[in-house]
């Protein structure tokens, strides 16, 4: 059975120019330099490395937030180049992203309610009444409840904020969830409560994610590929465990050799502990 890829990236890159004063030359910076993959439905990708590496630039390419410079960006089998096609809803809605601070994605001003709402007012036709139904069972989903519907954002722990972002990412139904560092600004037994909702909410709806995380221990436990990049380039790209038990190449070593929590018992013992 061939293989259902939702998202492939084909020598994607990003560069950025700035010129020194009115009369000076034009420096080229290089972010991203010819990034390629595949995503298959329902499967998790993983996206690690140091900051400066080329992650989050590739999130904002992935999202159709940036335009890639060079390259093929395709989502389920189509190009997409959003330099010179326009973004439609239906677009829009296949790919959403969950950003790392749960304090700073929400609107402090919205109620919860108005929060999930808001992507289908924008995006769908749906009357009031079928948008507010739509919000209460999405909180039901990811573990809050309706009483929640009305609070302000102040009101809620970290681990219930990410809560919220999750349940508004998923609104529109998406095929793809990018998950930029989602749980490294929670506790510890917080993280493991929102992988193990991620891992529900993936089995449910039949997501794909982009799990973008500096946390090896983290990535074994919820990757099935993962994908190390260095100065915007990938240096190792394969299934989970051929990267964790055979990595080839020295800064991938240098990486785990840094971790030394990167183990699939650590994590799996977090999570029996927190339930």
Known sequence: MAEDIILEARDLVREYRSKEGMFGKVNVTRALKGISFKLERGKTLAVVGESGCGKSTLARILTLIDPATDGDLLIEGKKIDIAKQKITPDLRSKVQIVFQNPYGSLNPRQRIGDVLTEPLMLNTDLPAQERRDKAMEMLVKVGLGPEHFNRYPHMFSGGQRQRVAIARALMLNPKLLILDEPVSALDLSVQAQILNLLADLQEEFNLTYLFISHDLSVVRYIADKVMVMYF??????????????????????????????????????RLARTG
């Open 232 to 269: 915007g380039e990938v240096v190792e790209y394969g299934t989970r465990d051929e990267v964790f038990d055979n990595p080839q190449h020295e800064y991938t070593k240098t990486l785990f050799n840094a971790t030394p929590r990167a183990d699939i018992a650590h994590i799996k013992e």
